[in-house]
């Protein structure tokens, strides 16, 4: 059953940044508050480095609804009208059936982002003692109606959200630095899901962990960029945070900048993760490999 609910085409894309201005903030904040485990505990000391008020379970509840969104938009993409585009699978052509006419390595760029995505998430999921993706804060994401029928206006959200992500990420690599310091000296710790305080070690690997996903979701941005053959692909000597301060909380977070696709609008269309979720497995493609390995110091215990 097609689960994608049609509304009022939006007239033509707009960039994220005009994009969130014009759908406005719907609270997300205080729906995904509801889903993390207790109360959020912390510092209080104006002399601490992470000032922006997230918390590490704020940040991973973030990451995971990022996560969500991307696994839903590049599984649409793999199955829209887009993907019968000459640049990907050729007119007639699939995301497992690429024509003659057709390009199968940019194709394949698609189904292993897919798949990447999907594993981010798992391993966010975990991190705030979650198991299944039904009770994932958001089910139901919404899209620009029309992002899924052409290369332009595919490639022109994927360049929004993945310059997004990357901007999260590259915040929460910094609050979880930061964290790590305020750990060896301010009372308040951040904990884990169950109320363990986490170590400084251990945030300092959440720096590195969302480091790592930093650089495949900056893959993700070039390789559009290949595919719509905007030369250089890689056209930054660095990536950067795309305006945002923070990853959770005010105006300028990552929450703030996700917002709009997350509540029905005119010239949105519902698109559903469940869906997504349930028939990846028959457009993705194999990615490999696991988180960073964790460095392990004499006499201290690692939950990883």
């Known amino acids: 059953?097609?689960?994608?609910?049609?509304?009022?085409?939006?007239?033509?894309?707009?960039?994220?940044?005009?994009?969130?201005?014009?759908?406005?903030?719907?609270?997300?904040?205080?729906?995904?508050?509801?889903?993390?485990?207790?109360?959020?505990?912390?510092?209080?000391?104006?002399?601490?480095?992470?000032?922006?008020?997230?918390?590490?379970?704020?940040?991973?509840?973030?990451?995971?609804?990022?996560?969500?969104?991307?696994?839903?938009?590049?599984?649409?993409?793999?199955?829209?009208?887009?993907?019968?585009?000459?640049n990907l699978a050729g007119p007639g052509g699939s995301a497992t059936n690429v024509t003659a006419a057709g390009n199968f390595g940019n194709v394949d760029y698609f189904r292993a982002a897919l798949t990447e995505e999907i594993t981010h998430a798992n391993l966010l999921r975990s991190l705030i003692g979650k198991t299944s993706s039904t009770t994932d804060p958001v089910q139901t994401f919404y899209l620009p109606t029309g992002t899924f029928d052409t290369l332009t206006e595919f490639l022109a959200v994927l360049n929004a959200l993945e310059s997004a992500f990357i901007g999260a990420y590259l915040n929460a690599t910094l609050e979880f630095a930061q964290m790590a310091s305020d750990a060896k000296g301010f009372g308040n710790p951040q904990r884990d899901a169950t109320g363990k305080p986490y170590t400084s070690r251990e945030l300092e690997y959440f720096a590195e962990v969302a480091a790592s996903i930093m650089g495949v979701e900056a893959e993700h941005r070039v390789l559009g960029r290949v595919v719509g053959n905007s030369n250089p692909a890689n056209n930054l000597n660095y990536e950067q945070t795309d305006g945002l301060t923070s990853?959770?909380?005010?105006?300028?977070?990552?929450?703030?900048?996700?917002?709009?696709?997350?509540?029905?609008?005119?010239?949105?269309?519902?698109?559903?993760?469940?869906?997504?979720l349930a028939n990846a497995g028959s457009v993705s493609d194999v990615a490999t490999g696991g988180p960073p390995a964790p460095l392990v110091y004499p006499k201290e215990k690692n939950r990883f």
């Open 247 to 276: 990853v959770y909380n005010g105006k300028n977070s990552a929450v703030a900048a996700l917002t709009p696709f997350l509540g029905p609008g005119n010239g949105l269309t519902a698109y559903s993760l469940p869906i997504a």
């Open 1 to 86: 059953m097609n689960e994608k609910q049609l509304v009022e085409p939006a007239e033509g894309l707009l960039p994220r940044r005009s994009f969130v201005t014009r759908a406005g903030l719907i609270g997300l904040s205080a729906a995904a508050a509801a889903f993390l485990p207790g109360t959020p505990v912390r510092a209080q000391s104006d002399d601490r480095d992470n000032l922006s008020g997230d918390t590490a379970q704020e940040i991973f509840t973030a990451a995971l609804i990022a996560e969500d969104l991307a696994t839903t938009f590049y599984y649409n993409g793999l199955i829209g009208p887009v993907i019968m585009d000459p």
